[in-house]
C-alpha cells in the first residue's frame, strides 16, 4: 500500500490492557457481522482499526460498548467483564464518539459537554429538586470540568454558542470534547475525520495525541490511511467481519493482504493489456473490410468505397 507516512511518536503504553476483546462475534440472523475478533488496548495506547466498507468495524464498537451483545465472546475493561448496556459502560470508564454526529443541536457547546458529565456526578432527584449547597458545589465542579475540556479541544471562547451553529470541525471536537467529559480510561472514535479538510484532520491529530498525553488510551476507526499510519501504535484491520492481520504501520503497509483488501487483485502485467489487443485487432479486421470487391448485379466487380451508397447499410467515417 503506497501511502506516505510518517513514523508515528514512541508509544507511551505501559503494557497494562485496558480493554480485552475475546472471541467476540456478532450475528443477525444468518448473517456474520463480526467473527471471533481479538484485540487489545493497553494504558496509553492508540490503536487503529481499519478496513474496507462493511468489513464490520462500527459493529465491533457496537459490542464492545454495550449498544449490541456479542453472539459470542467476551469484552473486558481492566479486568472486569462490560456490562452490556452503554450507561454502565460508560460509567465503567469507556466512552465513544460516533460516525454521524450526535450533538444536542440546540443546547448551548457548554450544555453538550455536561450532558457526558452525569456519569461522574452523584446528586439525586431531592438534591436537584432543593438545589442544595451539596447540589451547587457539584454543579460547579462539573461546569469547571467542562470548561477545562472547551479550552482543551480548543472551544472555550464558544461556550455559549449553539452547537448547531459551530463549523463542521469544530462540532466533531465538541463530541470528543463530550466523550472526554466522563473521564474515560479509553475513548473509542469512530472516523472522527470524516468529511474535514486536511488542516482539520491534523488537528484532530494532534488533539488525539495530546489526549493520549494525558492518560486516555484510545482506540479509532478511519479511511483515512495517512492519519492512521501517522497517529497509531498498532493497526489492526478487519475484512469481512475477521481480523486480517494487527501490527505496526509498517507491517501492515507491506502485507499484500491488506493491499488486495482494499485495491482487490493486481493485473498480470500492464492494466488493460489485453483489452488494448483486442482493440487493435478490431481496427486491422476493419480496415481490411474496407478494401475489398464487392460483386454488383452484372457480375463486373466495381471498388466500394468507405460511405458510398453501393450498400444502404454502409456506415461513414464519422458514424464509425
Same mark, same amino acid.
Given at each position: 500500500?503506497?501511502?506516505?507516512?510518517?513514523?508515528?511518536?514512541?508509544?507511551?503504553?505501559?503494557?497494562?490492557?485496558?480493554?480485552?476483546?475475546?472471541?467476540?462475534?456478532?450475528?443477525?440472523? $444468518?448473517?456474520?457481522?463480526?467473527?471471533?475478533?481479538?484485540?487489545?488496548?493497553?494504558?496509553?495506547?492508540?490503536?487503529?482499526?481499519?478496513?474496507?466498507?462493511?468489513?464490520?468495524?462500527?459493529?465491533?464498537?457496537?459490542?464492545?460498548?454495550? +449498544?449490541?451483545?456479542?453472539?459470542?465472546?467476551?469484552?473486558?475493561? %481492566?479486568?472486569?467483564?462490560?456490562?452490556?448496556?452503554?450507561?454502565?459502560?460508560?460509567?465503567?470508564?469507556?466512552?465513544?464518539?460516533?460516525?454521524?454526529?450526535?450533538?444536542?443541536?440546540?443546547?448551548?457547546?457548554?450544555?453538550?459537554?455536561?450532558?457526558?458529565?452525569?456519569?461522574?456526578?452523584?446528586?439525586?432527584?431531592?438534591?436537584?429538586?432543593?438545589?442544595?449547597?451539596?447540589? =451547587?458545589?457539584?454543579?460547579?465542579?462539573?461546569?469547571?470540568?467542562?470548561?477545562?475540556?472547551?479550552?482543551?479541544?480548543?472551544?472555550?471562547?464558544? #461556550?455559549?454558542?449553539?452547537?448547531?451553529?459551530?463549523?463542521? $470541525?469544530?462540532?466533531?471536537?465538541?463530541?470528543?470534547? %463530550?466523550?472526554?467529559?466522563?473521564?474515560?480510561?479509553? +475513548?473509542?472514535?469512530?472516523?472522527?475525520?470524516?468529511?474535514?479538510?486536511? /488542516?482539520?484532520?491534523?488537528?484532530?491529530?494532534?488533539?488525539? %495525541? #495530546? &489526549?493520549?498525553?494525558?492518560?486516555?488510551?484510545?482506540?479509532?476507526?478511519? =479511511?483515512?490511511?495517512?492519519? &492512521?499510519?501517522?497517529?497509531? !501504535?498498532? *493497526?489492526?484491520?478487519? *475484512?469481512?467481519?475477521?481480523?486480517?492481520?494487527?501490527?505496526?504501520? !509498517?507491517?501492515?503497509?507491506? !502485507?499484500? %493482504?491488506? *493491499?488486495?483488501?482494499? +485495491?482487490?487483485?493486481?493485473?498480470?502485467?500492464?492494466?488493460? /493489456?489485453?483489452?488494448?489487443?483486442?482493440?487493435?485487432? #478490431?481496427?486491422?479486421?476493419?480496415?481490411?473490410?474496407? $478494401?475489398?470487391?464487392? $460483386?454488383?448485379?452484372?457480375?463486373?466487380?466495381?471498388?466500394?468505397?468507405?460511405?458510398?451508397?453501393?450498400?444502404?447499410?454502409?456506415?461513414?467515417?464519422?458514424?464509425?
Amino acid at each position: 500500500m503506497t501511502t506516505t507516512a510518517t513514523t508515528p511518536a514512541p508509544a507511551t503504553a505501559d503494557g497494562t490492557p485496558v480493554l480485552t476483546a475475546t472471541g467476540v462475534t456478532m450475528r443477525f440472523g $444468518g448473517l456474520t457481522a463480526v467473527r471471533d475478533v481479538d484485540l487489545t488496548v493497553s494504558a496509553q495506547e492508540i490503536v487503529g482499526l481499519i478496513g474496507p466498507n462493511g468489513a464490520g468495524k462500527t459493529t465491533f464498537f457496537n459490542c464492545l460498548t454495550g +449498544l449490541y451483545i456479542p453472539t459470542e465472546g467476551t469484552v473486558t475493561y %481492566r479486568d472486569a467483564v462490560l456490562p452490556p448496556k452503554p450507561h454502565l459502560v460508560t460509567k465503567a470508564g469507556v466512552a465513544r464518539t460516533f460516525q454521524n454526529i450526535r450533538l444536542f443541536a440546540n443546547m448551548t457547546v457548554l450544555e453538550n459537554v455536561l450532558v457526558g458529565r452525569h456519569t461522574r456526578t452523584h446528586e439525586g432527584l431531592f438534591s436537584a429538586l432543593l438545589r442544595t449547597p451539596r447540589f =451547587h458545589r457539584a454543579e460547579a465542579a462539573s461546569t469547571r470540568r467542562a470548561m477545562e475540556l472547551l479550552d482543551f479541544t480548543g472551544l472555550a471562547a464558544k #461556550a455559549d454558542h449553539l452547537a448547531r451553529n459551530l463549523p463542521y $470541525g469544530e462540532q466533531r471536537k465538541l463530541e470528543i470534547a %463530550r466523550a472526554l467529559a466522563s473521564d474515560p480510561g479509553l +475513548l473509542l472514535l469512530d472516523e472522527p475525520t470524516a468529511g474535514m479538510n486536511p /488542516q482539520e484532520t491534523r488537528a484532530t491529530e494532534a488533539l488525539v %495525541r #495530546a &489526549i493520549r498525553a494525558q492518560g486516555t488510551a484510545v482506540l479509532v476507526i478511519e =479511511h483515512d490511511m495517512r492519519f &492512521i499510519f501517522n497517529l497509531c !501504535d498498532r *493497526v489492526a484491520v478487519l *475484512v469481512q467481519g475477521e481480523k486480517l492481520v494487527e501490527g505496526t504501520s !509498517d507491517v501492515v503497509q507491506a !502485507d499484500e %493482504r491488506v *493491499v488486495a483488501a482494499y +485495491l482487490g487483485t493486481p493485473f498480470e502485467g500492464a492494466p488493460g /493489456q489485453e483489452e488494448l489487443a483486442e482493440v487493435e485487432a #478490431a481496427e486491422a479486421g476493419a480496415g481490411t473490410g474496407a $478494401g475489398t470487391s464487392t $460483386g454488383t448485379g452484372t457480375g463486373t466487380g466495381t471498388s466500394a468505397a468507405p460511405g458510398t451508397a453501393t450498400d444502404p447499410g454502409a456506415r461513414t467515417e464519422e458514424d464509425r
